[in-house]
């Protein structure tokens, strides 16, 4: 149903692919796997005409569906034949709430507006969002965001779906919902990863990796990293009596999450498990300054912290590494730490990144990367890892937390992966019903 | 530019049918510049201060109204550049720092920016993205000018929480005992991602199927008290023009 054989170079002349290659049939499930950078989401773009689209680039090659050229069409002349869920949530929401989302693309479709109804409503129920209906999507958590996207592209159910690191930022429970979806879905599907997980296994009839520009069959390496190692001692992060309020002002209701006791040594691993939207973000910002907390207080070592004073002591590395960075170039972004040149090199070398890297440019795990670097060399006593794992291979996510570890720095890693949990070190906590607690 | 600046609410201006509620904003910004006398230029800035604060509670209208302070501020520093030649308003050591008409002037312009951008920011707070596109449809403006129009009111609060999400990024790398954030690298940031978001938005929308069909018009029902509405949105904007 889709053949294609693309090669692909940016603008500013950065091949990507040469002769990328590869076969879809009706009904096909394919999961390509490699690492950030690699060119997934480029792909991805490629094939609903995101690209070369507004940022140029040249495409050579072809691509069909049914035997029809898709590479001469318009983005939305394909978007019944394919359409892609993004890796970065923000990049594809434009509009004021979860049901406008949904409702512009049918409207562009040209349906009735019963038929509207049916399938957003219909899609919202699927993905656990028909009470977030009139809600602003820049007041969802990311595990929402994620399912508001995936809804949009259930909702106008083209040929082929292409899910871009679609898992990530998902709860265990809508994992699985989703690894469910896409056994039984009659569409084709493509599935971009950074990393195996295990609702990819007997999922896929085929899995292939980007590996220098084309597509190989996929074998599992043997990973190369260690178990992160913790190196306790030093001072002591705690929140106590902590009552933390989320608001959705475009819908007039709130969430509350409550914290009876969180504790944080230096150099200790503390992993963080939840549904979506159950405040694990919230908490991560109460904690490092960014939310005040509507009561409890918030100390190191006995010493009670302001809202202010928390910034210098915990780094907060978000869920969506765009969030926090603006400036142009890598080695801008690591400058503005005040880092010794010695130290950004040293750092840039064990991140494999380069200096001379334009931000914007960046893949979304190589954006991740940056983050990291950048908090590393601010040296903060404790890190908050806010879904770190996800978009990063393996071996770079390990590389990232016993880097961490090994500078003396305690991290809460919040994460939706129980085999990630289930490997790194430490204690584990849960929010389950509005409250933290131990797992 | 997944932002909306929509809050809850069962106020009256809430309530406000969408068509009359956007001649409202048009005719208030626009009469806003006719007007000239001291009494008149005030009313212009408290109106839709005190409808904010009935709407959406004093919280909520500070956030609006404290976005605007840097502004007035950079206005008021300039009141020594206005009307140089006016009536001497205050001097020091014999130089006249500013004239009575140069302050005048610059209270007129606080006024009417203090004015438009309220009127402007009760029109978001209000109505959702969607019930804007339809207003403006009913006014016989083409769906993409709608759209467009609607996605052009929302980019400066875009902007607004573009630079809290920048300052925020800022300051967790801020060092001990340093408060704030850079202004300047916070501000080339804002103006990078504003420039970046233009394509990235461009692109979105026409894979989401913008320009495939044009969307045909749907008919708005009148509430009660249609009539009613459009009185007080085209009275109380006119009403000014009487004060003097």
Redesign the interface.
Known sequence: MLTADLSFSYADGRDIFHSLSFSLKKGGKILIISEPGSGKSTLSRIL???LP???GGTITGHAEIDGKDILSL????R?EMI??VSQNT????????V??EI???L????LD?EEREKRISSSLEFFGLTQYR?V???ELSGGEKRRLILS?LFAIDPDIYILDEAFDELSPYWRGRLRDTIRSSERSMIVLGSHMLGEYVDTFDNILSIENGTLRPYTPHDSSFAIPVMKKGGSLLRAEDLSIERM?????STFTLSVPDFELCEGECVTLLGDNGSGKSSLARVL???LKEKSGSVSIDGKALTV?ER??DV??LMQNPY??????TVSDELE???ASSERIDSVLSLFSLERGEYV?ELSYGKAKMVQAA?FLL?GRRFAILDEMDSALSTEDFYKVISSFLENGTGVLVITHDMNVAATLPGRKLMIEGGVLNEH | MNISSYIYGTSFYHKLDVRPKLFFTLLFSVISFVLSSHISIAVIFILPLIIMMLSVGKGETWRCYSRLLPLFVIMILFIPFQNRDGHSLLVVRGFTLATEEGFWNVLRIISRLGGISGVLMLLLLTERNESIIRGLRAFHLPYNASLACSMILRYIPYLGHLFSEIRDAMSLRLEEGKRGYPMLPSITALVISAIRMIPDTASALEERGFGRIKPPKERIPHPSGYLIQWLFSVIIPLSLLLVR
């Open positions: 609903t005409g995101a689209g507004y940022t318009l983005s939305y002349e978007m359409g892609r923000d990049e594809l929401l434009l509009f004021s709430s049901e406008e409702s512009f693309p409207i562009n479709m040209g507006k009139g602003s999507t820049s949009i959705h002002r475009s819908a007039g490092s300054g960014l202010r910034r210098h780094a907060y969030e926090e960075l603006f400036l142009p503005s730490t005040g914007q950048i601010l």
